[in-house]
């Protein structure tokens, strides 16, 4: 029985600690007669797994089962527990890593190791690899324009709707301050045009106008036999060329982790051999 097998991996600023715990004694109502249960909880820094959590989990349970014998352990569970210690981007492929190390520890049967690779691509059509945090939001912000938009109506709004108001207020013009408030702002032979800002926007100087955007966030489980995709996650807009671009560009950093892989090992054998 192997129990309690840990690894800490740190890809930049961003830190997985991986443990795998097994083949042990299953619950009978996750008892599977001709292979083993594999369960994998993803843990934030702070607080409870929310729905990112969950996908993450099912994702990297997907690649684990891909690659794990676990028909030599039929009737038992294996556990992979991942506690995120740090984001500051790249979170998923750093957690694959993490857990293809950790079941390599524990000595687990497997067909093949894995890793995984985030990669962006930018406004420009450029390829980067291991985005920061702060790159791989654009995607989701942009997607959010309409919020921003309803958010600025909103608020200008009832600004002059409150400042009309103080006005006919003694006349009883309520409906008409309303009405005077809305064309005044949004029908003016010159309206300005809205930039785009935060959902709270505060003054000109102050509004959120990035210079690089990401148009597409993606991740790749990629094994180390054949070079071949086992899981892929992707988020944002990519034409067929860019996307087999950056599944090339993966392929080719995933040799490089790959023999980050047979280095740890090797480094660890031979301490323990000391």
């Known amino acids: 029985m192997l129990l309690g097998k840990l690894c800490l991996v740190m890809k930049g600023d961003t830190t997985v600690l991986a443990a795998v715990y097994g083949p042990a004694e299953v619950k009978v109502s996750k008892e599977i007669f001709d292979k083993a249960t ?26 684990c089962e891909a690659t794990i014998l676990t028909a030599l352990h039929p009737r038992s569970s294996i556990t992979i527990v991942l506690q995120v210690i740090h984001d500051s981007g790249s979170l998923l492929s750093c957690c694959l890593n993490a857990a293809c190390m950790a079941l390599m520890d524990a000595g687990l049967p497997m067909r093949s190791v894995f890793c995984g690779v985030t990669c962006v691509i ?17 995607p989701v912000e942009d997607g959010l324009f309409s919020c921003w938009f309803l958010n600025i109506f909103i608020q200008k709004t009832i600004v002059y709707a409150l400042q009309k108001f103080l006005l006919y207020v003694c006349s009883g ?4 301050c309303i009405l005077a408030a809305s064309r005044e702002r949004w029908c003016h032979p010159n309206p300005q045009p809205l930039a785009r800002a935060t959902l709270l926007p505060t003054e000109p100087s102050r509004l959120f106008c990035p210079t690089e955007e990401a148009a597409a966030v993606l991740t790749f489980s990629i094994d180390s036999v054949e070079k071949q995709l086992l899981m892929s996650s992707t988020k944002g807009a990519y034409s067929v060329e860019e996307l087999q671009q950056c599944v090339a560009m993966c392929q080719k950093a995933a040799e490089k982790i790959f023999q ?11 301490k323990q051999s000391e």
Request: net charge neutral; proline share 5%.
């Open 122 to 138: 930018d406004s420009n059509g450029e390829i980067l690899l291991d985005p920061t945090t702060k790159i791989e939001k654009y």
């Open 260 to 270: 980050f892989y047979r280095d740890s090992v090797s480094r660890t054998y031979s």
């Open 173 to 176: 013009l309520l409906c008409d």
């Open 38 to 63: 594999l369960d994998v909880l993803l843990k934030p820094k702070v607080g409870l797994p929310s729905v990112a959590e969950k996908s993450k989990e099912q994702m990297i349970r997907n690649t």
